[in-house]
């Protein structure tokens, strides 16, 4: 994957960034049902 | 934590406390989606009559569960109770809601077109922000005749979700 630092334009910047951004919205939403749970209750936790 | 929540919500089922329930809120939208941040934990409770809910009412206040604000503590989870009373699709969510399985537990998540609807009801920022992501994984067909029938003068859902598509 592209180290997102390195990248000075800002056009490729928010490209990249999205695209590796919908990645993980993709990797989170293929996950367990109870692993989301548990990922949820460390952010209740941190309240 | 959630586990033992959805295990206790069992045991007031098998025992007549409740009817039935359903996960929705921000727990519903991570079940299709990804983990979001909450305070609570929204269930549906199933109340047919005003004696249903009574006796549901007369076992959270007689087993010593603490209250803060809306929500009952339970196992040390904010939940925020909402019974069939408060609204009309509440006890139809249920009936319709979907049985999933969490480390071996069952319980039941409402379908995405009825988790559309609350949010809807809702139309929060937040509620309004995943709603498209929602839709993606929706039957339009039947999320179209559910909204119809629940919009009125006070809720219009349809023109809510009108919105919505026309922002996407």
Do not use: C
Not at chain 1, 28 to 42: A, N, W, Y
Not at chain 2, 137 to 158: G, Q, T, W
């Amino acid at each position: 994957m592209r180290n997102i630092l390195w990248i000075k334009d800002y056009k490729e910047f928010w490209k990249v960034f999205e695209r590796q951004r919908e990645k993980e919205r993709q990797r989170l939403r293929s996950l367990p049902f109870s692993k989301k749970l548990e990922m949820m209750r460390i952010k209740i936790k941190s309240r | 934590m959630e586990e033992k929540v959805l295990k206790r919500l069992n045991r007031m089922k098998k025992t007549g406390v409740i009817k039935d329930y359903a996960i929705g809120g921000a727990h519903a939208v991570a079940y299709y989606l990804e983990p979001v941040k909450t305070i609570d934990l929204d269930i549906f409770i199933y109340t047919a009559s005003d004696r249903d809910f009574y006796i549901f009412r007369n076992y959270i206040k007689k087993s010593g569960f603490k209250m803060r604000g809306t929500h009952v503590i339970v196992d040390d989870i904010p939940v925020h109770f909402l019974p069939g009373s408060l609204h009309p699709f509440i006890n139809e969510a249920i009936k319709m809601a979907k049985k999933i399985r969490v480390k071996n537990i069952s319980t039941k998540v409402l379908t995405v077109e009825y988790l559309i609807l609350s949010l809807l009801l809702a139309f929060r920022l937040k509620d309004r922000m995943v709603i498209p992501d929602l839709l993606q994984l929706a039957e339009k067909d039947k999320l179209e005749k559910i909204v119809k029938r629940f919009s009125d003068e006070e809720y219009p859902l349809d023109q809510r979700l009108q919105r919505i598509l026309e922002s996407i």
